[in-house]
DNA sequence: CCATTCTGTGTTATCGGTAACATAACGTTA
DNA sequence: TAACGTTATGTTACCGATAACACAGAATGG
């Protein structure tokens, strides 16, 4: 049983196969009942046109090539998702990669990825082996790095600083009165965002001039709820007298919440504990954890709409010069960081916006 | 600037095409020497193959369409990642999609890739349009339905009965001697796992000639922590005697927990909590949710090896008769579900297996 | 009323590989 | 040593669509 390809309609409707491929594509001038005609003959006979054929032929695959770390993020997931909500109505297939935070698989996926021609490649934010980068450099489409804005980009970029946000948390912190304030992250997180985070808070405490040295690093990322739990029993012990913990993410902060939960150390009375990256479970913890709030979402949708940019303008559009999107980052203050220094009124949620650069 | 192709290495070479696409393939028999020639002449010129070229000629996409209700889900994320560990060493490339719960969209994503002529199919059971099951079905390539088992299956199944997991909980909720159990699931959840889990909850209250009525549907899913916490709110107000309740996912569950703790309800005394899908919060949370696990990793790997048992066999594949595989579900019982009826010692978590089918 | 543009459609070549078959050089066996 | 199999490589013909060009007939304009 031979699959029904594009000169099967033609003969069915009488005309060649280019007249079938422009109805199809509402491309040139076709008359209009000639389309009626072949659009219900595909519609008889099941046709579903062979888009790696037409790829093939019209040096153009189709395919958006995105490499993402993980896909069990919401972030990430997210970021997928807004993608896919803008490039699937202009035509355009995500190739989705996963990574699992290790640079030799994201090289080996670049690979396969290129060996289909994507029209263009998103990438999250790594630090890349040297083959992954020549390979992007190469491949003559455009790419866009995401999740961050990396100090040498390699082409597009659309992120954020996930220093400065940490920095900003890191200023609420100190601005509701804390002082001995510590820092859980992750192992080995060398070029990763973490580690942005990371120096984002000691930016802030050495502007303060506020001891920095409480720094705990769990496992390599991702890390999760437990070695949140695990590494605030940790700190805890290490450092008795800490009054407040930021978090490189934000179930990692939950993690820590619920070590202070089995501890019996109220929140946010005697610790305060803060988050990266809005999880529902930083909304839904008792009490909600404060959080750095930033839109995968908006991340991807503004990438798809670069590419759309990008690829839309026939020529020329080779030689757009790097672009760089800045996404909006805020801090969203809540429960588990209310001022208590000033143990006057407990004000609800207040959300202050940080624009970045 | 062109890109290298496969003709540049056969003339840099100084043989034929035919030869390069041996020696890159490690396909017939080529001289050791020529092949070495061949391998450093492709590295120097970072020549990489062209898989739609080759996929085009050879018939043979490389391609495995998956379809996920959502990305943003730990079952889903850890299926893909699964399939793509499976299918990366076998040189075949997945191309996910996300349906957002929606059958139109389904059916659209469907078409999108059949397009790509994939060499097989793997879909999240959900009631499929009539003609998103037609297009699977003329596809004519092995079809896998993963997370259920459906009713009438349209080919290959990978998956276990939310259905009996669901009653396995129930029971386990009427076994620490709870007999005011309620349920928070999905509104409209027809023809979806929400829906199994439901009846399978109906089930056993039933066999145990139980009050089933305490029934709460939230919205269409997915319904999240914050759902779960009203949901449970609005149960407590109407049934305020309540004192057992099965969620239908875990993070629903933790939304109830939360709640309790807001209510000031103490778990497990006076109400206990079970959730689905051993999230990585029913662990963390405080007490730690009972609930059903089964590992997306695991169906996503025997799917992928399926795939690969039905691709392999060059001939007769076509007509193996539809397979089903079963994987393991287990009951995780934890503290928000401890026995406290008998009122004698606070066991540890204990495990119970559940053999499906 | 003829030259010119515009419409709608057809023809041909091709995209970059691979399947299938062909072939040359060599070793092996009767 | 002739016949034959083996091994390594080359030749040819596609896979299913589209780009680029060709062209007939209708519409338009001076």
């Excluded at 008359?31 to 579903?48: F, H, M, N, Q």
Aim: aromatic letters at 4%; charged letters at 20%.
């Amino acid at each position: 049983m031979q699959r029904v390809k594009m000169a099967d309609i033609a003969r069915a409707a009488g005309v060649s196969t280019m007249t079938v491929s422009r109805a199809l594509r509402q491309d040139g001038r076709i008359a209009p009942e000639t389309r009626r005609k072949i659009l219900r003959v595909v519609r008889e006979l099941g046709y579903v046109p062979d888009r790696i054929a037409a790829g093939f032929s019209s040096r153009r695959s189709g395919f958006v090539g995105v490499l993402v770390p993980s896909l069990n993020n919401t972030h990430f997931a997210e970021t997928a998702a807004g993608l896919q909500n803008g490039l699937h109505p202009a035509g355009l297939q995500m190739l989705l990669g996963y990574t699992n935070y290790q640079k030799t698989q994201a090289e080996q996926l670049i690979e396969t990825m290129l060996s289909r021609r994507p029209e263009a490649m998103v990438v999250t934010y790594d630090d890349h082996t040297p083959r992954a980068r020549r390979m992007l450099v190469d491949a003559g489409v455009p790419v866009i790095e995401i999740w961050e804005t990396p100090p040498r980009p390699i082409g597009h970029v659309v992120g954020f600083s996930n220093r400065q946000a940490a920095a900003a948390m890191t200023q609420h912190l100190i601005d509701i009165g804390r002082t001995r304030i510590g820092f859980i992250g992750e192992a080995n997180d060398a070029g990763t965002r973490g580690a942005q985070r990371r120096l984002g808070f000691l930016d802030a405490l050495r502007a303060a001039k506020l001891d920095a040295s409480r720094m705990l690093a769990t496992a390599a990322p991702p890390i999760g709820m437990m070695q949140g739990r695990e590494a605030m029993m940790a700190l805890l012990q290490q450092w008795p007298d800490t009054d407040a913990v930021l978090c490189v993410s934000d179930p990692c902060a939950y993690g820590a919440v619920s070590a202070c939960q089995l501890a019996g150390i109220p929140l946010p009375d005697r610790m305060a504990i803060a988050g990266f990256g809005n999880f529902e479970i930083s909304l839904c913890s008792v009490p909600a954890i404060s959080t750095v709030t930033v839109s995968g979402l908006a991340i991807g949708a503004a990438a798809a709409s670069l590419i759309q940019r990008l690829l839309g303008g026939d020529l020329a559009a080779r030689d757009v010069p790097p672009q760089a999107v800045f996404v909006d980052v805020g801090i969203e203050i809540r429960g588990s960081t209310l001022d208590t220094s000033a143990l006057t009124d407990k004000r609800g949620p207040t959300r202050a916006r940080l624009r970045d650069r």
